[in-house]
């Protein structure tokens, strides 16, 4: 079975030597060993043993030297919470029969007088979660037990620290107790014996602190502290299974997106002391630097410390480089180990160790987590270090870090130094920094006159489009990740935070207040599209490389394996010029109606709106036709040979006209008409649900005339850029299509108007322009194979389809959405990662039935699912031929395609 030996030796320490290898898994266990006698668990395990107790299993199968312990597995905690928070029947004989094998491993007993056997108690769930769940160490110790350890040692001193570690931890993680509480006990025990630090306390101060934290658990609890050590540990197991449930981890689950977890283990293991002395201590480590990826042996440690102190911050550690002043021969044995870790694993490891009078243990190994640019580097490296394949580094790195190594960051020294205001809602990453602007105009002026703004509004609508440019980034006190300031500020990659709930924003005023402090139009504020963070001042930013490098090494890997294409969303040629050099090999949606807002267009458009007859409103729209038709030479000169797919107007016509009067007068005065014909349009147009009004395709049935300049514009640029020697590849959509006879009517005016331009022109040679449609009303999608005889391509609009599919509006889901979460009623936000079960069983339906009836129909999606890592891999499965994103998340999902590919490949 093995051929590992454990002993006890002086003072409490381990020899560990040769190799233990695991025993079969058997059916109904709840525990699992690791140790001298046997290894019952593997790295495989991960899903029943945790990652830590199935990493501990597998370093004491490969010869580290690992205390021995036991782990109870995830399914033991997913049976207490079907018991009714009942640990299950048979549970604690088992720990009983393990314990006993722990003290004939270490030649010791648990509780003993004389010899006592302590362990530590860790959760340890299949997916990581740092500091989430609970940790008791030095459990076994008792009143007892602790004089036994300081004759055992021979250092009083270090027993009764132990003790007084347990009875706080204890204390706190099992019974509740205001950790404060301890924390002021310790205080006076240190003024007492006027000791600067921990560590300066004396033996016999310590020995009081003991008895004070003991009267504090009394007086808190109503009993004494434990002296039944089995009774610590019983309550020690059911507390970390508690600590599954616990606010911290359901939290971290949610923002993580972990799902599908039954419960986390519990690793019992023998306790190794890093405080015995100076020549004792504790450490985490980092065979990589996770923040750069720099091959370099990367941690911290401390001497005379448990391993908690490090984590907790209570004191100051030391850098790992300055180790070998200390332990010189530990450092090496350490340096030896980072090397077979790395080797076995073939990833970077997360470390923790312990130094117990000069003998390193390990006590737990995993994959380390990483910023975006260190997995880039640590996968390219590791490649070339041929430990691993380029297809495992593809699969190595998770896709949605990426936009850290494209959007500007804060400097993360300096923005931990910062005020921290409020938070909101992340809605598009990245960072900015400027002085308050509190409307649209004001931002555009400002930034004219080189000032650098943040525009603060309750909420955007499509007027603050100009202003939402101008501004460095956009904060609101509304709205949710698919509002209006989110949605466009993801297609330009701009920074923006919604949803900040705690400001009160006075545009008339020009004040925003929040936490009882007033800001003006000269006050400076940070905001962070990843975080939500809103901060007072000027954080300092870090602008990132272009695509480069390890960067572009990763692009061209995942291009050679993925099948998906990805295109993206842009309305400016900046935009396609951007994106292209992300890697999109076209556009695959160009919303018209943005076009509409800038400078003097936005006039022509209102005075469209409010035209009386066709007449006028074609001789209107003739104003708006060579601004619509530079727009698009523009944009097929940027993506000249690849494909643009551009969406008639899409938005109901009230989102074009002012609402407030000062402004509506203006507009009546340059049209020669009465205010009050205005305010008559705008009530007229007013609608209930205007999302599911008179929007889309509706609009052009209802005003052919405005497909008529549409296309026009379209034919006029492919037209003039094919006489420039450009090729253009346009691609009309009609959005919101949900029958047959809408898309066989828009079909035929686009081809009619077509062919009148072109007879028009004079021109004779062929020119290929593709009518396809968004799917996005779910009727569409159930009569896929009708819509699909009239069309050429579908393109699934996943935001709206998501919208009327769910029935939740994407403006006011975040009033119930966070609740939700919460309570784990969805899994996710439906408008972030698309909801599979769902909205993806339209995608499915619309997809299949389609090809039934047109083998040629190409299908893409562009929602901004497109650039979100989960939703990619859905949309390779289903079978889609493109998806389309921002530019931004362009290479994001260029990195996801690839990947869904290669797990596709490997089953």
């Not at 899994?827 to 090809?851: A, C, Y």
Request: hydrophobic letters at 40%; charged letters at 25%; one cysteine or more.
């Amino acid at each position: 079975m093995t051929s590992a030996t454990l002993k006890s030796g002086t003072n409490g320490k381990y020899v560990i030597t040769g190799k233990a290898t695991p025993s079969k898994l058997q059916a109904n266990k709840m525990v699992y060993f690791f140790g001298d006698s046997r290894v019952d668990g593997a790295a495989t395990m991960k899903t029943l043993l945790g990652g830590k107790g199935a990493n501990l299993a597998d370093m004491c199968s490969i010869g580290l030297p690992v205390p021995p312990g036991f782990t109870i597995t995830t399914e033991t905690c997913a049976a207490y919470y079907r018991a009714g928070q009942r640990l299950p029947v048979g549970l604690m004989n088992e720990v009983h029969k393990y314990v006993n094998m722990l003290e004939k491993e270490t030649d010791k007993k648990f509780g003993s007088p004389d010899n006592p056997l302590l362990v530590s108690v860790r959760s340890g769930a299949a997916v990581s979660m740092p500091g989430m769940m609970d940790t008791i160490l030095n459990l076994g110790l008792t009143d007892q037990a602790v004089e036994g350890l300081a004759k055992q040692t021979g250092n009083r001193r270090f027993a009764f620290d132990s003790y007084r570690r347990l009875i706080n931890m204890f204390g706190d993680v099992v019974m509740g107790v205001d950790h404060h509480l301890f924390e002021a006990a310790f205080t006076s025990i240190k003024a007492k014996y006027k000791a600067e630090s921990d560590t300066d306390v004396p033996e016999e101060g310590i020995v009081e602190l003991c008895e004070a934290y003991k009267e504090v658990f009394r007086r808190k609890v109503g009993e004494m502290f434990p002296q039944n050590p089995f009774k610590q540990l019983e309550l020690a197991i059911e507390a970390v299974f508690k600590s599954w449930n616990g606010d911290r981890a359901v939290s971290y689950r949610r923002i993580q997106g972990i799902s599908g977890l039954v419960g986390t283990a519990v690793n019992v293991q023998c306790m190794v002391f890093g405080n015995m002395g100076d020549d004792s201590g504790t450490g985490v480590g980092f065979t990589r630097n996770p923040a750069t990826g720099e091959n370099k042996f990367y941690g911290d440690f401390l001497i005379n410390a448990q391993g908690e102190d490090v984590v907790a911050g209570i004191r100051t550690p030391k850098l790992i480089e300055e180790m070998p002043k200390w332990q010189k021969k530990c450092y090496e044995q350490l340096l030896k180990i980072k090397t077979k870790l790395e080797k076995h694993y073939k990833d970077m490891q997360d470390i923790e160790f312990t130094i117990e009078q000069g003998k390193l243990y390990m006590l737990q190994t995993r994959t380390g987590k990483r910023t975006g640019s260190a997995a880039v580097k640590i996968a390219c490296d590791m490649v070339k270090e041929k430990l691993i394949t380029e297809k495992q580094a593809i699969l190595r790195i998770p896709a949605g870090d990426l936009v850290q190594l494209m959007l500007p960051s804060f400097d993360n020294t300096k923005k931990k130094l910062a005020k921290k205001l409020t938070e909101g809602i992340p809605a598009s990453p990245g960072a900015a920094v400027g002085k308050l602007a509190f409307t649209a105009a004001e931002a555009v002026q400002r930034k004219q006159s080189g000032e650098k703004v943040i525009l603060v509004r309750d909420e955007t609508s499509p007027e603050d489009v100009e202003g939402m440019h101008s501004a460095e980034g956009i904060l609101t006190s509304t709205g949710g990740r698919s509002s209006h300031a989110a949605v466009v500020a993801v297609g330009w990659g701009k920074c923006c935070v919604v949803g900040a709930g705690e400001l009160h924003i006075d545009a008339k005023a020009r004040k925003m207040t929040v936490a009882g402090q007033t800001f003006g139009p000269d006050d400076v504020i940070s905001i962070d599209g990843t975080t939500g963070e809103v901060m007072v001042g000027s954080v300092p930013v870090v602008i990132p490389e272009k695509l480069s490098g390890d960067f572009a090494t990763v692009m061209r890997w995942a291009d050679k394996y993925r099948t998906l294409q990805i295109r993206t969303n842009a309305d400016t040629p900046a935009d396609a010029r951007r994106a292209r050099e992300f890697g999109a090999v076209g556009i695959g949606l160009c919303r018209t109606e943005h076009m509409f807002f800038e400078g003097s267009r936005i006039k022509s458009m209102r005075k469209v709106i409010l035209a009386d007859s066709r007449e006028l409103r074609e001789k209107y729209l003739a104003e708006l036709l060579p601004h619509q038709r530079d727009d698009f030479v523009g944009l097929f000169t940027a993506m000249k040979g690849m494909p643009v797919t551009i969406r008639l107007i899409d938005p109901p016509l009230h989102e074009f006209l002012p609402h407030e009067e000062k402004q509506q007068a203006e507009l009546a005065k340059a049209m020669g008409i009465t205010l009050e014909k205005v305010k008559r349009r705008v009530s007229e147009l007013h609608e209930a649900n205007p999302m599911l009004g008179h929007r889309g395709c509706r609009l052009c049935v209802t005003y052919p005339e405005i497909l008529e300049m549409q296309v026009r514009a379209i034919v006029e640029a492919t037209l003039d850029c094919q006489a420039n020697g450009v090729k253009a590849m346009p691609e009309i959509m009609h959005p919101l299509v949900g029958t047959l006879k809408e898309i066989d009517w828009l079909r035929d005016y686009t081809l009619k108007t077509i062919d009148s331009v072109k007879k028009e022109k004079g021109w004779q040679k062929r020119i290929d322009i593709p009518i396809g449609t968004m799917i996005e009303v779910p009727r569409a999608a159930l009569t896929a194979d009708e819509i699909a005889q009239k069309a050429d391509f579908f393109s699934f609009g996943t935001n709206d389809l998501t919208q009327m599919t769910f029935g939740y509006s994407r403006d006011d889901i975040n009033n119930f959405l966070p609740h939700y979460l919460q309570l784990e009623l969805l899994e996710t936000d439906p408008f972030v990662s698309l909801d599979r079960t769902g909205v993806g069983q339209l995608v499915r339906m619309g997809l299949e039935k389609g090809r039934q009836t047109n083998d040629k129909l190409k299908v893409g999606i562009c929602g901004e699912h497109g650039g979100d890592p989960k939703s990619v891999h859905f949309f390779h499965k289903a079978g889609l031929d493109y998806v389309s994103c921002s530019p931004f998340r362009v290479p994001i999902a260029r990195l996801a395609a690839a990947q869904a590919a290669l797990m596709d490949e490997a089953k």
